[in-house]
C-alpha cells in the first residue's frame, strides 16, 4: 500500500471521464436460504448506475459459485435483471462475470482525463514517451465483476480467485465481520502492484476511499462504516501489434455488503 | 462449425419440445394440459376468504360440465394444503400486487395441514379427511354440481363439481395470520393437477409445474427457464429476421418470466382485505387482475370470445349464504368430442417427406453412380 486516502468530497467530474464503473447488484445481498436472487448489472459512476440488460452476445462467462459448485446465471436477452439464481443460503457465494471485448474511440483530451481519474499514470507517461499524446485514444474494454452474497457461513471459497482476466480477491471473506478490507489484485492470475483501488460506498456517493496495491498486489481499505461498498480498479496494456486498438483495459470491480460492527462486550 | 451445427440440432429440438409440450396442458386450472384428457382431475378453482369467525374453501373441479350423473369421481383424491409456518413477508409491493405476499424460503414450502376429499360418482362426500387441524368436527361441508364461478365467457352457463368447506377459524393455530394453500387432484397416488393462486398453472409456461410439490417448483422454474432463455437467445441473436420472429413467438408463450420465478400457492393473510391475489373471492375477476400486473392471456380470450363489454361479474348471481356458489345450470348433453383425428395427416405429411427425400437420394445416388461410370469410361476410350 503505497498511498491510502479517505475523502469526503464528491468525486471528479464525471463529464471529463467518459469511462464508466461496471458492477453486480444483487436484489438483496442477504438472502433467505432457498430464496431466489435477481442479479443486476449496473453501468454508471459514483456507484450510481444504471441497469444493464442481459446481452449474451456481450457475456463471456457469468456464473456463481457457491458451496464450491459454479453454475450459470441465467437469464434472458435484453431483459434486466441480466440474470437469476438460487441460493441455498449456507455459504457466501460468489457471482462473477466477464464481458467480452468492447471497442472504444476517445478524442485525446477525453482519453487522457480518464486515464488520470482512474489512475492510469503508466499509460499517460507511456504515450507521452512514444508521441502519442495527441493521438485518439482507441481502446478495447473488458469488464470483471463479482459480487459476494452473504451465506449462513464463511466461505474459504471467496478467498481464490475465479480466473478472471482482473479481479480483486479478498484475504478472508469481508461479509463476515466489521474490518478493513484486504485483499490482492490480480493480473491474469498474478499479483499486480501499484493498480489503483478505490472503494465507494452505497448510498453516498461523496465517500471515495483509494489505495494503490503493493509489489505483492496486496491492498488494504478501512471502511469507515458498514454498508453495500464497490471496490473496484482498471489495469491498462498495450494491445498486441495485430489488435486493432492500441489499449486493451480490464475494469475489475467487487460488491460486497460489510456487516455492522460487533457490539461491545460491557464488562 | 461442428459446435454450431450441434447447437442448431438441439435447438431445433428444444424448439419443437416446446411447441408441443404445452399442446395437452394448453387450456389448465381451467384447462391444464394434463387434464383435458382426464376432465375429474381438473382442477378450475380455488377460493379462500373469511366469513365471520369462519374461513370459507372452495375448490372446484371438472371444467365445463353440464353432463348429467353418475360421473367418474370416485377414483380421484381432492387435496388442499395448508403451509402455516413457512416465513412470508409483505414489504415488497410487487410481490403483494401478484402473489399476495413473498415467500422468502420457498424451497421450504410444505403442509402443515391437509384436507382430503374423495367423491361418490354422485357428487355426494364419500370422505373426508382432516390432518393438522383442530375442531374438525365444526367442518361444514358441502359437495355437488355448482355453476362454475370463474367470470370467463368460455366458463358461463357451465357447471363444476364443488367442493365448499366452511372451517373454523379456531381449527387453525392461534394466532395464525398467514395461509399458503395449494390444492391438488390425484389418481390412484399420481398427482395429476395442481392449483394454487388463480391463473398461473392454467398459462401455457406453467404446464410443468402441475405435477411437482410447491417446494419442488422454484427448482423446476429455473431449470426450464434456463433452457428456454437459451433457446430464445439463439434465435434471437441471429441475424435473420425470421429467426428473430421465432423468438418473439417464444417469449410472450413460453418463455419464463422474471417475476415467474415464485411458487406457485395462494397466500393469504388477515393483515390485509381478502381479496385476491390476497387469497380469493367469488366475486374477484381474477382475469383483469392478473393482466395488470403481466399476464394478460385470459384477458385477451374474453375478449376475443365475449361480447362487449367485458364481463367483469360471474353469469350468476353468488349466494350471500352457504354454500356460497351460485346455483348449477340445466343438465344439458355436453358437445361431441371431434371425430376427426390429426393422425392420417401425420402419417401423410412423413410419408411424403420420406418419399421425397427417397426420391432425392435416388436420384443422386444414380447420378454419382452415372458420372462415375462416364468417368471410367473416358481413359479406356482414350
Redesign the interface.
Known amino acids: 500500500m503505497r498511498s491510502l486516502a479517505f475523502a469526503a468530497a464528491v468525486l471528479l467530474a464525471t463529464a471529463r471521464a467518459q469511462a464508466h464503473d461496471f458492477w453486480i447488484e444483487p436484489s438483496t445481498f442477504h438472502p433467505a436460504p432457498g430464496a431466489m436472487v435477481s442479479v443486476g448489472l449496473r453501468v454508471g459512476q459514483n456507484f450510481i448506475g444504471d441497469p444493464v440488460p442481459r446481452l449474451s452476445a456481450f457475456i463471456a462467462a457469468f456464473s456463481v459459485r457457491q458451496n464450491g459448485k459454479a453454475r450459470d446465471v441465467v437469464g434472458s436477452d435484453h431483459i434486466d435483471p441480466a440474470g437469476f439464481l438460487p441460493v441455498d443460503g449456507n455459504a457466501t457465494a460468489t457471482i462473477s462475470y466477464a464481458s467480452t471485448g468492447a471497442y472504444i474511440e476517445l478524442p485525446p483530451g477525453e482519453f487522457e482525463d480518464y486515464l488520470r481519474v482512474y489512475g492510469l499514470d503508466d499509460v499517460i507517461a507511456s504515450r507521452a514517451a512514444r508521441g502519442e499524446r495527441n493521438k485518439l485514444g482507441r481502446e478495447r474494454f473488458y469488464r470483471y465483476a463479482k459480487a459476494l452474497i452473504t451465506g449462513r457461513d464463511p466461505s474459504a471459497g471467496v478467498t481464490k480467485p475465479v480466473g478472471l482476466a482482473y479481479e480483486i480477491v479478498p484475504n478472508d471473506d469481508p461479509t463476515r465481520r466489521f474490518a478493513p478490507f484486504r485483499g490482492h489484485v490480480l493480473y491474469h492470475g498474478k499479483p499486480l502492484s501499484n493498480a489503483l483501488v478505490v472503494a465507494l460506498l452505497h448510498g453516498r456517493p461523496s465517500v471515495n476511499l483509494e489505495t494503490h496495491s503493493d509489489p505483492q498486489g496486496a491492498i488494504t481499505l478501512p471502511l469507515p462504516c458498514p454498508g453495500i461498498w464497490l471496490i473496484k480498479s482498471v489495469h491498462m496494456v498495450r494491445a498486441s501489434f495485430f489488435a486493432s486498438e492500441d489499449w486493451d483495459s480490464f475494469w475489475a470491480s467487487l460488491t460486497v455488503e460489510i456487516p455492522e460492527p460487533e457490539p461491545e462486550l460491557k464488562p | 462449425m461442428k459446435r454450431r451445427a450441434r447447437w442448431a440440432i438441439s435447438a431445433v429440438t428444444m424448439l419443437v419440445s416446446l411447441f408441443l409440450a404445452p399442446i395437452g396442458a394448453f387450456a389448465s386450472d381451467h384447462a391444464d394440459p394434463t387434464d383435458l384428457t382426464d376432465p375429474n382431475a381438473n382442477i378450475t378453482d380455488l377460493f379462500f376468504f373469511p366469513k365471520g369467525d369462519q374461513y370459507i374453501l372452495i375448490f372446484n373441479v371438472r371444467r365445463a360440465l353440464t353432463a348429467s350423473q353418475p360421473y367418474d369421481l370416485a377414483p380421484y383424491e381432492y387435496r388442499v394444503n395448508f403451509d402455516l409456518t413457512t416465513?412470508t413477508t409483505f414489504d415488497s409491493a410487487e410481490d403483494r400486487a401478484r402473489y399476495g405476499g413473498t415467500i422468502?424460503?420457498?424451497?421450504?414450502l410444505h403442509p402443515d395441514a391437509t384436507i382430503t376429499v374423495r367423491l361418490n360418482n354422485n357428487t355426494t362426500l364419500k370422505s373426508i379427511t382432516v390432518n393438522g387441524l383442530k375442531n374438525t368436527e365444526k367442518i361444514r361441508t358441502y359437495t355437488g354440481v355448482r355453476d362454475d364461478p370463474f367470470i370467463f365467457p368460455r366458463f358461463f352457463k357451465v357447471n363444476v363439481i364443488a367442493m365448499v368447506m366452511s372451517l373454523p377459524k379456531d381449527a387453525f393455530p392461534v394466532g395464525q395470520h398467514d395461509f399458503m394453500l395449494w390444492g391438488t387432484a390425484s389418481k390412484d397416488g399420481a398427482q395429476l393437477d395442481h392449483v394454487g393462486r388463480s391463473i398461473r398453472t392454467q398459462l401455457p409456461r406453467f404446464g410443468i409445474i402441475n405435477t411437482t410439490p410447491p417446494g419442488d417448483q422454484?427448482?423446476t422454474l429455473?431449470e426450464n427457464?434456463?433452457s428456454r432463455?437459451?433457446l430464445?437467445?439463439f434465435f434471437?441473436?441471429n441475424r435473420e429476421w425470421y429467426s428473430k420472429v421465432v423468438a418473439d413467438l417464444i417469449?410472450p408463450t413460453f418463455?419464463i418470466r422474471?417475476y415467474d420465478?415464485?411458487p406457485d400457492v395462494m397466500i393469504y393473510t388477515d393483515r390485509f382485505p381478502a381479496g385476491y391475489p390476497n387469497g380469493r373471492l367469488l366475486t374477484d375477476d381474477v382475469v383483469a387482475q392478473t393482466c395488470a400486473f403481466g399476464d394478460c392471456l385470459l384477458q385477451e380470450i374474453s375478449y376475443i370470445e365475449g361480447g362487449w363489454p367485458r364481463a367483469t361479474t360471474n353469469d350468476r348471481p353468488f349466494l350471500d349464504d352457504w354454500p356460497y356458489l351460485a346455483e348449477p345450470w340445466p343438465e344439458r348433453p355436453e358437445p361431441a368430442a371431434p371425430t376427426r383425428s390429426i393422425l392420417p395427416y401425420i402419417i401423410g405429411i412423413v410419408l411424403a417427406f420420406a418419399l421425397v427425400s427417397w426420391a432425392i437420394i435416388e436420384l443422386l445416388r444414380r447420378l454419382i453412380i452415372w458420372l462415375w461410370l462416364k468417368a471410367r469410361a473416358k481413359p479406356q476410350a482414350a
Not at chain 2, 104 to 108: A, C, K, L, N
Request: aromatic content about 4%; glycine content about 4%; overall charge positive.
Open positions: 416465513p422468502t424460503t420457498p424451497d421450504r422454484l427448482k429455473m427457464k434456463e432463455d437459451k430464445y437467445n434471437k441473436g417469449q418463455q422474471k420465478l415464485v
